[in-house]
């Protein structure tokens, strides 16, 4: 960008810019009459410049410093909470652009606009002492050639996983860089996920995010991240370069590594809401800065929230500010950051531009046409408090697929049906067909964060959340035997084995469906979380990988279908197929037990357990998958062999033999049997 004359500043970009002359200053806020750029020296003391310029409702100015300087904003303006204005000077706020954040947010009364005793009472206590300082950076970075993986979206897998949790206890990772991006971009973390044969990690929230006050008050910490207030800073907590800036080119590295090894990286975001809560939330950036452009309040009641989040408010996206805001930062994480697409935590309250989730709204269709995020992956999480939008979302994004999950689960525990089943297998197309949108629409999963792990769901039968202090009241209610109900076996050690042929039967359902499978990180290893499905503030062993305790079978288990999965296109499909009556190679053909097509009585029939799926597609070998969810054995009549004999490649059923070539077979039961067509 051509710079202006010196001593001149401009009204873009927003946030503290570098020039050769200094950095420039803008800050958007529509109702505020000062806005000054606190800048600290290395001592603390504290430096105020008033940006005396305005254009439009940017506040701008030229302000002595360069990379390094700390700063914060004080604005000035009316307290009229009744009318929904919270300005208060005395208050330090973070700067929404601010791209690195030094320090944590304390949680005394003097971080609060208002008095604890009286809510319409504005708090002239001076925050500074107790929140952080934003940092200017050196947006110098060597990235040596880096190019996106732009892996295909059918090739696509996903891997949930937490930066801290996965290395914290990894005994290959050096200590020092345990737990961080560093430790994420570490030879040995990176081999596990190469290895495994997964394509794409998914980072649960990085960017700034403050403790909760009530879980710090209880000796607990807010683990996953879902409060977030710096949409542009990665999390300082996970830097082993100190969080003075170091952390912006920490985590460029760790992107660039991930790339090396052919990885793509989501960033799972949280722009729906921040941390900044309710009307009796703290004020620590955009509340003090222009509280009704970037939230959204009552229209009768403005000095309260509209919330659609859970925590206590909402980002206006019916306002163009809040839009900027949140289109600047996913630019800026692909342009600067490189990152390869964005998962969107609670994304149907980005779609509430008038209240209602609406399909064309603002907010889609400005990403929709926006030629920075074109090339990266976009995934809707397609929920909030309000309402349930599975389906709903544009044609250019994937959706966490809430159905997938209840529908196998549901059926591996023995209720639901084989047709329910079956939808999810081929990609829901009751779903997604309807609107023209292909299997690639659906993200699959079994388990995420929020929720029981594999091993955890198949062991437990109701939470133990204990540890959360909140008497068991949080997470999940309800989970349900996974013993084979009342025929299930009853004595501990056939338990155990049937839960460890129901995690193989979920992996292999999840990793054979049609869609963008996602694992839950740490699932493949066994990890458990001790019953608890709500682990959010558990920073600590229950969240963290057990890398001692790795359930080597099931992760090369997993390893074997993922393998099975890349070399086989017929279970990569990018449309939905027919039963290839119309002569087509590439069909999915649903198979009695005894070799005949499936009747629709037998879809619809709860009691109908067993079945084969057979996919096939042109220049890629024939899969037959073979599903009993029965309580007894089934002998199936295999069909014949499309090209070469049968060959059973994986199962979940200990009796197989893994290699063999098979025509007719007894399949037992509670178990899944792949083979596969050369």
């Known amino acids: 960008m051509d710079h202006p004359a010196a001593g001149r500043s401009t009204p873009y970009p927003l946030g503290l810019t570098l020039r050769p002359d200094g950095l420039n200053a803008a800050v958007y806020s529509e109702t505020a009459d000062a806005v000054d750029v606190a800048v600290f020296d290395d001592d603390g003391k504290e430096t105020r410049h008033r940006l005396e310029q305005r254009t439009g409702h940017v506040f701008h100015g030229l302000v002595p410093g360069g990379v390094g300087t700390r700063y914060g904003l004080r604005v000035h303006g009316e307290w009229e909470p009744a009318e929904g204005l919270r300005h208060n000077a005395a208050k330090l706020l973070l700067d929404p652009y601010a791209q690195a954040v030094e320090g944590q947010w304390g949680a005394g009364e003097e971080t609060f606009g208002h008095r604890f005793d009286d809510p319409e009472e504005r708090n002239d206590a001076d925050s500074a002492p107790s929140v952080p300082r934003g940092v200017v950076v050196d947006p110098a970075f060597d990235w040596e050639g880096d190019e996106a993986p732009r892996t295909p979206t059918e090739e696509t897998v996903v891997y949930e996983v937490h930066v801290k949790g996965f290395t914290q206890l990894h005994p290959d990772v050096p200590e020092e860089v345990r737990g961080t991006y560093a430790g994420l971009a570490h030879p040995a973390a990176i081999k596990h996920l190469t290895d495994l044969g997964v394509t794409a990690v998914e980072l649960l929230p990085v960017h700034q995010f403050v403790q909760d006050s009530h879980l710090l008050e209880k000796g607990l910490r807010n683990y996953w991240g879902y409060n977030s207030i710096g949409f542009f800073a990665p999390h300082n907590e996970y830097s082993s370069a100190g969080d003075g800036g170091g952390q912006v080119a920490e985590f460029k590295a760790m992107v660039k590594a991930l790339h090396a090894a052919g990885l793509e990286v989501i960033l799972d975001v949280v722009y729906n809401h921040t941390a900044e809560g309710n009307h009796l939330g703290p004020t620590l950036s955009l509340k003090g800065i222009d509280n009704g452009s970037y939230y959204r309040v009552v229209e009768e009641e403005p000095e309260n929230y509209f919330d659609t989040t859970g925590t206590g408010n909402s980002l206006n996206v019916s306002h163009p500010a809040a839009l900027q805001l949140i289109l600047d930062s996913l630019r800026y994480w692909v342009t600067e950051m490189h990152v390869d697409g964005f998962r969107f935590d609670l994304a149907t309250t980005l779609t509430r531009q008038w209240g209602e989730a609406h399909a064309h709204s603002a907010f889609l269709d400005i990403v929709h046409q926006d030629p920075v995020l074109a090339p990266v992956k976009l995934i809707a999480e397609p929920w909030d408090t309000q309402g349930y939008q599975v389906g709903g979302f544009p044609a250019r994004w994937a959706e966490w697929n809430g159905k997938y999950r209840d529908d196998v689960r549901d059926f591996w525990r023995g209720e639901g049906s084989l047709g329910a089943l079956t939808q999810r297998i081929t990609g829901s197309p009751d779903v997604y067909e309807a609107d023209r949108r292909s299997p690639l629409s659906s993200v699959n999963f079994i388990t995420a964060h929020d929720g029981f792990t594999l091993a955890d769901l198949t062991a437990y039968d109701e939470k133990h959340n204990d540890a959360n202090g909140e008497d068991g009241n949080d997470g999940e209610s309800d989970n349900r035997s996974w013993g084979g109900g009342a025929e299930g076996p009853t004595d501990d050690e056939a338990v155990n084995a049937l839960r460890e042929r129901q995690r193989r039967n979920l992996m292999t359902t999840l990793l054979l469906s049609a869609g963008i499978p996602m694992i839950l990180g740490g699932d493949e290893l066994g990890r458990t979380q001790g019953g608890n499905n709500n682990a959010y503030c558990q920073d600590d062993e229950i969240s963290w990988f057990d890398w001692a305790a790795v359930d080597t079978d099931l992760l090369g288990y997993t390893r074997e279908l993922l393998t099975l999965r890349r070399e086989t296109p017929a279970l990569r499909a990018r449309r939905y197929r027919g039963n290839g009556e119309d002569g087509s190679l590439d069909a999915v053909l649903a198979l ?32 037959l998958l073979l599903v009993n969810g029965a309580t007894n ?28 070539e098979v025509s007719d077979l007894l399949v037992g039961e509670w178990s899944t049997t792949v083979l596969r067509s050369a």
């Open 633 to 660: 054995p089934v002998e199936f009549s295999v069909p014949p062999a499309p090209a070469g004999a049968w060959k059973l490649v994986v199962s979940s059923d200990p009796q197989q033999e893994v290699g063999r």
């Open 592 to 623: 009695r037990a005894d070799g005949k097509p499936m009747t629709q009585d037998e879809w619809d029939d709860g009691n109908a357990r067993a079945y084969g799926m057979q996919f096939s597609a042109e220049d890629s070998a024939t899969v």
